[in-house]
């Protein structure tokens, strides 16, 4: 039986996904919560004398000091400068970051090829995971900042940034909607639309696209990747 450390602060929203997971599907797999706090590098230290095979980083916190801890730094982890998922090897402890690779393979799955504005909080971080879109626009504050998130794209997939007053016209030329949490403005939504919710959206905002997955959706692609480098294949369908 290997052991896997999720560790979170406050309420944990992986933990008893992963539980029920693993107990419906017979993996010989047991996790374990902790909120180590303060504590968090003593954690991580601690893994391989403890006998775990790996440690999910749920809490932000823990994402970003992370990097400074490791030994070995997957791409994605070196260039966002954050980790989610800790690995102990006969190197040292190897730090990967799944959560773009997780959004890329969720815009595969659902739209492969299509075009996206992203509405809400930026997330840099995030930008490995739309390498699958045709083109990437951006609802943002500011112009600078927008032409900033669309400068980490390749030149081919970058699309236009425009404000929130502004975003009704663009909103029309695109077919997925990635909302990230804050003002949504619900005259842009168009019932040919995606709309990728990575936070709840406003309940009226459902009535107007032709499609909606919710901000349960990620984190399944997540935790299927997780397993995955963990040598057990399950589905993003087995995390409902």
Do not use: C
Request: net charge neutral.
């Amino acid at each position: 039986m290997s052991l896997l450390a999720v560790l979170h602060q406050g309420d944990s929203r992986y933990y008893s996904l992963l539980v029920g997971a693993t107990v419906s599907h017979r993996l010989p797999l047991h996790i374990h919560a902790a909120q180590p706090g303060v504590l968090f590098p003593a954690a991580l230290a601690g893994l391989v004398p403890l006998g775990f095979k790996a440690a999910l980083l749920e809490a932000s916190e823990f994402q970003t000091q992370a990097p400074g801890l490791l030994e070995v730094l997957e791409p994605e982890a070196k260039a966002a400068r954050r980790v989610d998922l800790v690995v102990p090897e006969r190197a040292g402890l190897r730090g990967y970051y799944l959560e773009p690779i997780a959004l890329g393979n969720l815009l595969m799955h659902y739209a492969m090829g299509s075009t996206l504005l992203w509405m809400g909080k930026l997330r840099p971080e995030l930008i490995g995971g739309l390498r699958g879109i045709k083109q990437v626009s951006v609802m943002s504050p500011s112009f600078a900042e927008g032409d900033s998130f669309l400068g980490k794209l390749p030149s081919s997939q970058r699309g236009h940034t425009t404000v929130p007053e502004r975003a009704e016209a663009l909103a029309r030329h695109v077919d997925v909607i990635l909302y990230s949490g804050g003002k949504l403005p619900l005259a842009a939504l168009q019932p040919y639309h995606t709309l990728l919710a990575l936070a709840d959206p406003p309940k009226e905002a459902l009535k107007h696209v032709g499609q909606y997955l919710g901000p349960d959706e990620l984190p399944r692609f997540f935790l299927s990747g997780v397993l995955d480098v963990l040598g057990h294949a399950l589905p993003p369908s087995a995390f409902a």
